[in-house]
């Protein structure tokens, strides 16, 4: 499945002088954002892209944002891409996927951390945030469940810092509801809607 890598840049230009034109400056925004993630960083389903979590953190950090995203990719999936680099914060959103799929436990511990080595290879000395599965509670038990995928995403995110979702996916109000209109069409009741992004972003934004 291909991946979508969105960079988002701010605007640079010069500015005159009354003795001669200035030379070019650079407003961008010095700090660097990565999120690597699944459909939640991908911005389903806020109701517009800038309310999605990534938007809504690098606005509010004043950082430079790249985004590799895609629904339905699990983190051996993400590992296999070419990694955005140099970040000074990086958000790693994944495993849901392989909650959903049931990859095996060895395996899934394999893969998360292949992904986490990648990452940092890619931005050496970033700031590194961790993201646990978005498995609402009225979701079928499971064979392996959510908490397993859990365990082994803080365990691999030693160096860096775990934003646990688990509440806030069962949190009323996070979701839903089904089929409002969305930039990526109808929404349903399983990913966050923007009151669900932006209560992510503020626990990403409060650890960074």
């Known amino acids: ?26 407003d961008r925004p010095s700090t660097r954002l990565v ?21 809504r953190v690098a ?17 051996a999936q993400l590992a296999a891409q070419a990694l955005p680099g140099d970040g000074d914060v990086v958000v790693v959103e994944a495993g849901t996927n392989d909650f959903l799929y049931q990859t095996p436990r060895h395996r899934f511990a394999d893969d998360y951390r292949a992904l986490l080595a990648k990452v940092t290879a890619a931005s050496p000395g970033a700031k590194l945030v961790c993201l646990t599965t978005w498995v609402p509670p009225d979701l079928p038990p499971a064979e392996i469940p959510a908490a397993f995928y859990d365990a082994t ?9 775990v934003v646990d979702l688990s509440a806030l996916a069962g949190q009323p109000g996070m979701r839903g509801p089904a089929g409002r209109s ?18 992510i972003a503020r626990l990403i934004e409060a650890r960074v």
């Open 153 to 161: 995403i803080r365990h691999a995110c030693g160096v860096g810092t």
């Open 1 to 26: 499945m291909g991946l979508a890598l969105l960079c988002v840049l701010a605007a640079c230009g010069s500015k005159p002088r009354d003795t001669g034109p200035a030379p070019a400056r650079d």
């Open 182 to 199: 969305t930039f990526l069409g109808a929404g349903d009741d399983f990913h966050p809607n923007s009151a669900g992004h932006a209560a």
């Open 35 to 55: 999120v690597v993630g699944d459909s939640l960083a991908f911005g389903r389903f806020a109701d517009t892209r800038d309310e999605a979590f990534p938007q």
């Open 59 to 75: 606005a509010a950090i004043h950082a430079r944002l790249e985004l590799l995203a895609a629904p339905g990719v699990t983190s």
